[in-house]
Nanobody, 121 residues
Framework: QVQFVESGGALVQPGGSLRLSCAASGRTFSTDAMAWFRQAPGKEREFVAGITGSGRSTYYATSVKGRFTISKDNAKVTVYLQMNMLKPEDTAVYYC??????????????WGQGTQVTVSS
């Protein structure tokens, strides 16, 4: 059974940076697309960023384009999300998963526990 373990979330001031990591066990992702999602209180889970299996193509939600960067290390079966110029509206629990489709908030596999990102002064 696949397990995703997200980490790296923290409390950070507006304008700050964080790097999230997602480690996957029970599956290899060398050919799988992967994506980061987030869910803020009272809102539906939304797509944040995605990357193809080869790593050659990336996709970003409009709200994070130019500030966030997704990458993956197939050897470590880990996906990263570098988040710069963070804003209070980026506050959410962040998850990774195999995306059902780009820009969609659905994942194909079971969700991990997520990692909390709070942007506040």
């Amino acid at each position: 059974q696949v397990q995703f373990v997200e980490s790296g979330g923290a409390l950070v001031q507006p304008g700050g940076s964080l790097r999230l990591s997602c480690a996957a066990s029970g599956r290899t992702f060398s050919t799988d697309a992967m994506a980061w999602f987030r869910q803020a209180p009272g809102k539906e889970r939304e797509f944040v960023a995605g990357i193809t299996g080869s790593g050659r193509s990336t996709y970003y939600a409009t709200s994070v384009k130019g500030r966030f960067t997704i990458s993956k290390d197939n050897a470590k079966v880990t996906v990263y999300l570098q988040m710069n110029m963070l804003k209070p509206e980026d506050t959410a629990v962040y998850y990774c998963n195999v995306p059902r489709s780009w820009y969609n908030g659905d994942g194909l596999l079971s969700w991990g526990q997520g990692t909390q990102v709070t942007v506040s002064s």
